[in-house]
């Protein structure tokens, strides 16, 4: 049977009070909408299908993506319109799947039971209940002597006896098709917009004897976001998840109430996540490694055994056994190979270092190709800017960067070259393989056996 999925997006989220469209707001770096779509695609729901507004689908499609399908709706008449606007997408559909935008707790199981809830039951409509602790402001389900539903009614028109009803309409559907678009057609619009209400088409099936099912999901699965306290708890929930489960599959976590990790991190078995630490973006991490205390990786590749310190990578690579820390900063556009040891307060940026480099003191190293097994001293540099352009430097295999020392950039240090402490090699000027360099600006010296290194 051919089930079709729709997420509602068309709202304007104004209690957000935000300046982008709430399914956009961001949580463990995604768009809270993202999780709605994935519920449905792994639930075995392929090509959902968003309904949006005018003012909300240009940014949408930006943000996800060519393989999203958007059906628009011109006004905002309420959610049974929306639903309303699927009808020529819902043809040979046996079965309409709907889902909030503000709803990124439910998960695929969810989805799965309410449809083979809906199926088992022959049911026209089904949706997903939970019982809450608060349901201020939510529907509350209302049932018969025997258990069944009759009714749903919303708060603002519920007395005091439903109100304290806790069983509320947990704001997932399965529809049959066509049923569900002749209920619609008998929808009459309400309050002061003329809004037709989804819920609307609940009480109208059991009106006709249609058959009504439902299926309970968790308390926090229900959790909506309408406002930016909402989306705190909707986020905390989320990143609970995403932390058991990095911890069932061998990562030790060792204070999750001090740790983020973005939903799309991963992270290798056997690594060592300390307290304070942040993982985000697209970042991936191999096995054994140790990350924090007080971390911050963003949208870097690090190997297997990698430490990274009470340190800050963004948009680098770490290859094995490498380490930074404590306090470095490697910034965007790095590539650290295997066993480099970048130390205290040392900072990289658009480089390439080769395996074994060693910068452990206060150093600099920008726009640069460093070689394998090179030591940069204490404060050394490169002085990669001019104040119009940033130039490149080039670092020989087993190079020595004595402490302080400067490489005015562009510039190009051969192979086993030595450059004193406190040097300053001019920009453009090429150091051979061998040399040692000394002064400002530096000269070659002879070495202990007489023979000058030029």
């Not at 097994?373 to 204490?378: E, R």
């Amino acid at each position: 049977m051919k089930v079709l999925g729709a997420v509602l997006a068309a709202g304007k989220g104004e209690r957000m009070r935000i300046a982008r469209p709430k399914p956009l707001f961001p949580m463990l770096g995604l768009p809270m909408i993202a999780y709605a779509l994935d519920a449905l695609r792994r639930a075995g729901i392929p090509s959902p299908v968003v309904i949006a507004s005018p003012e909300t689908r240009e940014p949408l499609g930006r943000v996800l993506g060519k393989g999203v399908r958007f059906v628009v709706q011109p006004r905002p008449r309420g959610t049974g319109d929306a639903v309303n606007r699927l009808r020529a997408l819902a043809r040979g559909a046996g079965r309409l799947v709907v889902i909030n935008a503000d709803s990124p707790l439910f998960e695929p199981v969810h989805v799965r039971t309410l449809v083979a809830r809906a199926l088992s039951a022959r049911a026209q409509v089904a949706f997903a209940t939970a019982v809450v602790d608060d349901p201020s402001g939510l529907g509350r389900v209302l049932r018969d002597p025997d258990g069944k539903v009759a009714n749903i009614v919303e708060d603002s028109e519920a007395s005091p006896e439903v109100r304290r009803i806790r069983e509320i309409n947990a704001g997932l559907y399965a529809f049959e098709t066509p049923a569900i678009f002749s209920l619609l057609d008998s929808v009459e619009p309400v309050g002061v917009k003329r809004e037709l209400y989804l819920t609307r088409a609940v009480e109208l099936a059991l009106s006709r004897g249609l058959a009504v099912a439902t299926a309970p999901v968790p308390a926090e699965a229900a959790l909506g976001v309408n406002n930016l306290a909402e989306a705190a708890l909707a986020r905390a929930v989320l990143l609970s998840r995403k932390l058991a489960a990095l911890m069932s599959s061998g990562v030790a976590v060792e204070d999750p109430a001090s740790t983020h990790i973005d939903w799309e991190v991963s992270v290798g078995p056997g690594s060592v996540i300390l307290p304070g630490t942040i993982l985000m973006g697209r970042t991936r991490v191999g096995r054994d490694c140790v990350l924090g205390p007080h971390s911050v990786v963003t949208d870097s590749l690090l190997g297997n055994a990698v430490i990274v310190r009470s340190s800050y990578v963004t948009g680098s690579r770490m290859m094995d056994g490498s380490e930074a820390g404590p306090f470095v900063h490697v910034r965007a556009g790095c590539v650290l190979g295997r066993g480099v040891q970048l130390r205290t307060h040392a900072e990289v940026v658009r480089a390439r270092l080769g395996d074994g480099v060693k910068m452990h003191h206060f150093s600099y190293i920008g726009d640069a190709v460093v070689g394998p097994n090179v030591n940069v001293g204490a404060g050394a540099i490169t002085a990669n800017y001019d104040g119009r352009k940033k130039w490149p430097s080039r670092i020989g295999r087993g190079a020595f960067l004595g402490s302080g020392s400067v490489l005015v950039a562009p510039a190009n240090v051969g192979e086993r070259a030595v450059i004193a402490a406190g040097a300053v090699v001019p920009g453009r000027r090429r150091v051979p393989a061998g040399a040692v360099m000394a002064g400002v600006p530096a000269r070659p010296l002879a070495n202990s056996r007489g023979r000058k290194r030029v």
